[in-house]
Antibody, heavy 120, light 107 residues
Framework: EVQLVESGGGLAQPGGSLRLSCTAS????????MHWVRQIPGRGLDFVSQ????????YYVESVRGRFIVSRDNSKNTLYLQLDNVRMEDSGVYYC?????????????WGQGTRVTVSS | SYELTQPPSVSVSPGQTARISCSGH??????AYWYMQKPGQAPVLVIY???ERPSGIPERFSGSSSGTTVTLTISVVQAEDEADYYC??????????FGGGTKVTVL
């Protein structure tokens, strides 16, 4: 079964850090671009970050650039998102998603999300 | 910053057709993607590259593009199609955004 499982969410104070992980199974992880998308419960989707197959190119939404770092370890089938200097507006459910082979920015498999809460 | 504009809500009777628009100045030369999200669940890709349907998505879901507007059409709407729908695309500088979402209510 193709599956993505996020972990690492929790409570962080403003200015603090968290590291999110996304473990993939059931497919050749090293052949797919990967994405992070967040959502404030009850609100819309926010595209956060993207990383290419080899990790040589990354993309960040302007609001997280310089604070978040996306990376991947293809030997462990795992995607990461390092959140540093977090702000209250970074709170939400963070989803990892797989890019479609035919269209890497189309996200065809999603995890169930991990919740991040930034509060003092 | 780039914005994609969707109507907040669309209501449709079972068996009828629902059309959800998404407008953005770069849509005339950037592909759009559509996602369906039901409460408490992760989004599901229903259309990519304006008109392509992933495997497993029913044929009643279709996409079209005209100028700076893309449209998701759900034909012969069923109760199970009630969900939030989001468009996703980029501007010409590579900034990726989601539309604000459209809540489809099946009456």
């Amino acid at each position: 079964e193709v599956q993505l499982v996020e972990s690492g969410g929790g409570l962080a104070q403003p200015g603090g850090s968290l590291r999110l992980s996304c473990t993939a199974s059931g497919f050749a992880f090293n052949k797919y671009a990967m994405h992070w998308v967040r959502q404030i419960p009850g609100r819309g989707l926010d595209f956060v970050s993207q990383i290419t197959i080899d990790g040589d190119r990354t993309y960040y939404v302007e609001s997280v650039r310089g604070r978040f770092i996306v990376s991947r370890d293809n030997s462990k089938n795992t995607l990461y998102l390092q959140l540093d200097n977090v702000r209250m507006e970074d709170s939400g459910v963070y989803y990892c998603a797989r890019g479609l082979l035919a269209a890497p920015y189309a996200m065809d498999v999603w995890g169930q999300g991990t919740r991040v809460t930034v509060s003092s | 910053s780039y914005e994609l504009t969707q109507p907040p809500s669309v209501s449709v009777s079972p068996g009828q057709t629902a059309r959800i628009s998404c407008s953005g100045h770069a849509l005339s030369n950037q592909f759009a993607y559509w996602y369906m999200q039901k409460p408490g669940q992760a989004p599901v890709l229903v259309i990519y590259k304006d008109t392509e349907r992933p495997s497993g998505i029913p044929e009643r879901f279709s996409g079209s593009s005209s100028g700076t507007t893309v449209t998701l059409t759900i034909s012969v709407v069923q109760a199970e199609d009630e969900a939030d729908y989001y468009c996703h695309s980029a501007d010409n500088s590579g900034t990726w955004v989601f539309g604000g979402g459209t809540k489809v209510t099946v009456l």
